[in-house]
């Protein structure tokens, strides 16, 4: 068995902006007007966990003919030679602005395929409306494609999950008859190179069932159990756990990590979310084009979640890792997980949390992240560091000022044994900052968060606040471990306010290694 572990870098972005209402809802779902969210958009909750997956890839490449050509808007590069990339949607099938903005992105990246997490077809499945909400905007990936909105694929590259509004017209018929799937359409397997798929119907009207022990979820323990995909994701609409309106889907809270599952992918709420339970990462993309909801009670095992704009996830696949990120139309970063075919199981600590930091609230000028770049002249305290949180091991006098430093800057030294470390693995970071910050080891970034994507000066604002669900809690990721070296290391970090009247700032980290 291989050990599969989780690398999660999240950055936060500002919302895509406001769409026009929508109207009529659905049995089972409320639909709202978007921008009508209220109170907190962000969750965050227990530290990240691992999973595990069987064996190795012995598929082919990845499946990409009659892929779209790029368009605007396509920021991200081109997956390598051997690398499989896919778009994954939820909740989406709307006629309205945030649908068409969606799939204008996702065309721009130029995926091998499309698949989704179910609800296609508002309000109630309807055949009269499944062209307009779905064929319209995604005709490109369909095959056979009978519709009217232009050419469908030479080859099928559309595989969704039906929720429950595709169920609301009393039968499942209208979705059946307009996608040709493999297996009995509801359910289903597809292999793409070093990644399989498991497309779920986790609506109660299932014939099926939707319990472990029923015929759906032997085909499931039997498929996971056989396949030898490096990486093993399950696509259902019901999360089995959610923050969001809906909450926990608890019918669907099977046992994928004992069957061999490594990400599950959800829908239902309208919101994206990261959870991890019971080892087992879970992610709710809800977000592709009905209205969004705010989050309504934290569910265990809850990360970090996202409210304020509609998204797809972009899913990235090779032999040696499987990235999943969040994005916003204009190519905004949300959130990021990383999952690695084999890491380290034992670690050992590089920085402990309350080290000794040195710190400058002046732009210290270029060069400031290299290990060379002489900081003895800055002031120094032991972590925490900031102002107006609580807890503070050190307070940073920026905060008796009226008008806060937009941005304040910090190193710390250490010393790493050769021995003690599986040098190129990744290291295990628990960080919490207040608002945004970028991470450097050894002068080369490895981590972002709540910051856009690109050049930052000592101007740059953070995207966003902090919302008091998130801080000031420590969260646990996987950084890139190619940069440590054997001897003298140093951390760099910048952290960026959102607003200079802001009340509170936060710093605090900690850094371990993989034992070898």
Same mark, same amino acid.
């Given at each position: ?19 026009? !209402? ?114 319209? *905007? ?63 119907? !986790? ?38 756990? !959610?923050?969001?309106? *809906? ?38 993309? /809800? ?19 996202? !409210? ?72 120094? /305290? ?30 710390? *030294? ?83 306010? *959102? ?18």
């Amino acid at each position: 068995m291989s050990r599969v572990a989780l690398w999660l870098v999240l950055l936060t972005a500002c919302p895509a902006g406001q769409v026009a !209402s929508e109207t009529g809802h659905g049995a089972g779902d409320e639909v709202t007007a978007p921008g009508g969210s209220s109170g907190s958009d962000e969750v965050g909750g227990a530290a990240a966990g691992t999973a595990t997956a069987a064996g190795a890839s012995t598929g082919g490449p990845a499946d990409s003919a009659g892929s779209p050509t790029s368009g605007a808007g396509d920021t991200g590069e081109a997956p390598l030679p051997g690398t499989v990339r896919f778009a994954v949607i939820g909740d989406y099938g709307l006629d309205l602005e945030p649908t068409r903005e969606v799939a204008a992105m996702i065309t721009g990246w130029a995926p091998d395929f499309v698949a989704t997490v179910g609800d296609n077809n508002y309000f109630i499945g309807s055949a009269a409306t499944i062209d307009l909400n779905i064929g319209k *905007h995604y005709h490109a990936f369909i095959a056979p494609y009978q519709g009217v909105y232009g050419l469908g694929a030479t080859e099928n590259r559309f595989f969704p999950c039906p929720g429950n509004h595709d169920w609301d017209g009393g039968s499942l018929d209208p979705y059946l008859d307009f996608f040709t799937l493999p297996g009995n359409e509801r359910y289903y397997r597809l292999r793409r190179g070093p990644v399989e798929l498991f497309f779920l119907d !986790s609506d109660p009207r299932e014939p099926d069932g939707v319990a472990p022990e029923t015929v759906q979820g032997q085909w499931l323990e039997a498929a996971l159990g056989e396949s030898d995909a490096t990486f093993k994701v399950v696509l259902l609409h019901h999360p089995p756990r !959610s923050s969001g309106y *809906h909450r926990d889907s608890t019918w669907m809270q099977w046992p994928f990590a004992a069957w061999g599952a490594d990400l599950v992918l959800g829908g239902h709420d309208h919101n994206y979310e990261r959870i991890v339970a019971d080892g087992l990462p879970l992610l709710v993309n /809800g977000a592709s084009g009905a209205a969004l909801r705010p989050f309504v009670l934290e569910t265990m095992g809850s990360q970090r979640g996202h !409210s304020d704009s509609y998204g797809a996830l972009r899913v990235t696949v090779d032999e040696e890792k499987l990235v999943a990120e969040f994005v916003a139309p204009g190519q905004l970063l949300i959130d990021r997980v990383t999952l690695f075919a084999g890491a380290p199981e034992q670690w050992a600590p590089l920085v402990a949390t309350g080290a000794t930091w040195r710190y400058a609230e002046h732009d210290p000028g270029p060069g400031w992240t290299a290990p060379e770049f002489v900081d003895a002249g800055w002031a120094s /305290g032991a972590a925490p560091l900031g102002y107006g949180v609580g807890g503070e091991g050190t307070t940073l006098p920026g905060g008796e000022l009226p008008v806060k430093p937009m941005t304040t800057y910090l190193r710390h *030294h250490f010393v790493a044994d050769e021995a003690s470390f599986v040098a190129g693995a990744p290291l295990r970071m628990r960080l919490a900052v207040d608002d945004g910050a970028v991470v450097y080891l050894n002068g080369v970034e490895v981590y972002r968060i709540n910051l856009p994507e690109g050049a930052v000066t000592r101007g740059t604002r953070a995207v966003r606040t902090v919302g008091e669900w998130f801080a000031p809690r420590m969260s646990e990721t996987l950084i890139a471990g190619d940069a440590l070296v054997a001897g003298d290391n140093v951390l760099a970090v910048e952290v960026h306010q *959102h607003f200079v009247y802001s009340s509170d700032l936060r710093l605090e980290l900690e850094l371990a290694a993989g034992v070898p």
